[in-house]
């Protein structure tokens, strides 16, 4: 192993740039003749477009131009797309509403684009937007998905009658029946999960440019998929053909999968750049991002689980309705279905599994993928369960977790998933270890002296990332082959390029990356470069969503150098007269194993160009391309202990202890890691205490600025103490198994079992703020 190779704690090449305000974002992107856009959005959650008067607008100072829907619509631009298929139970597919990158006869959410304007400032755009007339007819609003299917509610898209999207299944419901008459116990739960705004440090920004010269367009944006967005671009909406777009995702300030869909902004950017004759830029300000940005989870859920009488679990039911908003998003389809359901068997041994999702069209911003993407939905449905069913039995809510821990492997769970490799005792013995759970009890009787309730909580998760393989995907509905791509480059003078379709937004690729060159070529990291996120440099890719630079990502890299490594190895038996099995590569040389008989790594690159003493045959070059499609999805793991105490008097809760014990397979490197983990962490404790997008009955968003959506800060967040034991992943040559998501998906359920234990009561809805906690106990004590 290298000092700079596979698991050294290797500082991120990256971050100097970052830290020196040195990044290179969509917004810091100037091109010749570039003016800028403002959008005309609607004010109302439900209403008809009557009329649109742009007259005053155009004339006002700087404005180029102000396009309308009806022109997008002449020019042929399409309507946005879900790419996920989903079919309901009785076989009919998924009922997807038309969604216009402008809407030009009806909006369906606060937010909804409506107009764009192009002047020569931001400003000028800004106030020409404000000249902009919209006559609406103002319609009954819906936000409430339980309330979007009752008689009487407004019908947001004729395609769907009673705004139902979909009435979806998995499992077996006649096995589970039969399961839950012979139950001794059963759990009955209603828990919601609320509704969150991803909130990424850089807001969404698109830049697009078309220069008629070449008849070319150009797309800078903030997208986590480039390569994606030039082929939905292309083929699905007709903004260009896919040899003449471009699109570039330079440095990305966040993503959470918010940047995973293609938006309005990125196509009519384009297209009214084509329009205007200049480059037009747009970036959302914070409450556009709030309006506008795919929101994340909103499910509401009946949950019951049958156990025997020895408390093992017998079957699971679960009733689940999701809030898509008002359009489908990209993915959208696929989040409460094939990335929720499939993973509510969670960490045990289920026999039987029942699980129907209804998914539900309202008038509020569309709903999709939020780190974690269904894992975190369906881990806080299971973590609530056996947490509630531990207090009702009386039992250790740890003993009853272990009692029913899937032990063999693989495991075939009811709901698809096979679980090839896990150690789920360890993680749980490593969290209540380092956690001292054992000594709890004396801790919350100090903190009783001092009128503070204590309490602990546990979760128990298990997510399933590196989305694959795409055959399997495919026939589940997804639009896409979820595979990756990358292309290896030594140069004559043997520093090295690594082309890759993942994308970094914030994970560390030029480091991780580069750290797997070092390791099996023993060239320094700095001689390594990473190349991603522009569709004219990198072959195409599928982008980074789901854990899956790691798993995915690098298992294409790894193909790629095991091509490299061949090749290089012929070169130098045949420079060094020795048999290719012979020739080892060490410390940035290749040796004759056992002679001290050896060519150095730049020379074997340069021979390769001059070509003037290679193998008979060989081509010279040396430069190599692999795609990678998994066998499975990856199975992390873990086990989360979060420790509370709450003030009776005001409901304040503060985090005293949050312990995560994780199994990610083999780590490249662990500080990368464990920022990954403090980062989900932060947003899942976000989630259970602080955060929650809040719509009144009529369509308007209560939370659209930092004054009303809080987030957590550093004060909110304890020290936390995070450990990985290692069951390598079989899947993949790296034996990874993938981290991003885990403290997302992990830790609201620890956070509110926690809470729950202290004050006495289950009944606690996320957030957990401390008015919601202070008449909780209230009401326990009545």
Known sequence: MGIEG?????????????????GRYVDDMVVPGMKHAAFVRSPHAHAQIKKIDVKKAQGMPGVIGVLTGKELKADGIGNLICGWMIHSKDGSPMKMGAWSPLAFDRVRYVGDAVVIVVAETKGQARDAAEAVE????ELKAVVDASKAMDKGAPQIHPEADNNLIFDWDIGNADDTAAAFKKAAHVVKMDIVNNRLVPNAMEPRAALGHYDKAEDHYTCWTTSQNPHVARLVMSAFYNVAPENKLRVIAPDVGGGFGSKIYIYPEEIVCLWASKKTGVPVKWVADRTESFLTDAHGRDHHTHAEMAFDK???ILGLKVETKANLGAYMSLFSSATPTYLYATLLSGQYNIPAIHANVKAIYTNTAPVDAYRGAGRPEATFVMERMMETAARQFGVSPAELRRKNFVTAFPHQTPVIMCYDAGDYAASLDAAMKASDYAGFAKRKAAAAKKGLLRGIGMSCYIEACGIAPSAAVGSLGAGVGLWESAEVRVNAVGTIEVLTGSHSHGQGHETTFAQLVNERFGVPL???????GDTDKVQMGMGTYGSRSGAVGMSAIVKALDKVEAKAKKIAAHLLEADEGDIVIENGALKVAGTDKNVPWFQMALAAYTAHNLPGGMEPGLKETAFYDPSNFTFPAGCYICEVEVDPETGVTEIIQFVAADD???IINPMIVEGQVHGGLAQGIGQALLEGAHYDNSGQLLTASYMD??????????SFKVSTSNTPCPGNPLGIK????AGAIGSPPAVINAITDAIGSNDLAMPASPSTVWAAIRATKH
Do not use: Q
Not at 6 to 18: L, M, S, T, Y
Not at 526 to 532: A, E, L
Not at 738 to 741: M, Q, R, T, V, Y
């Open 709 to 718: 959506y809080t987030m957590p800060r550093a004060g909110d967040l304890p």
């Open 738 to 741: 993938g981290c991003g998501e």
């Open 6 to 22: 596979v698991g050294a704690r290797v500082a991120r090449k990256e971050d100097r740039r970052f830290i020196t305000g040195a």
């Open 134 to 137: 919209i006559t609406y007819k």
């Open 664 to 666: 990610f397979g083999n």
């Open 526 to 532: 700095d001689s390594v470069s990473i190349v991603h």
């Open 310 to 312: 020895d408390h093992r």
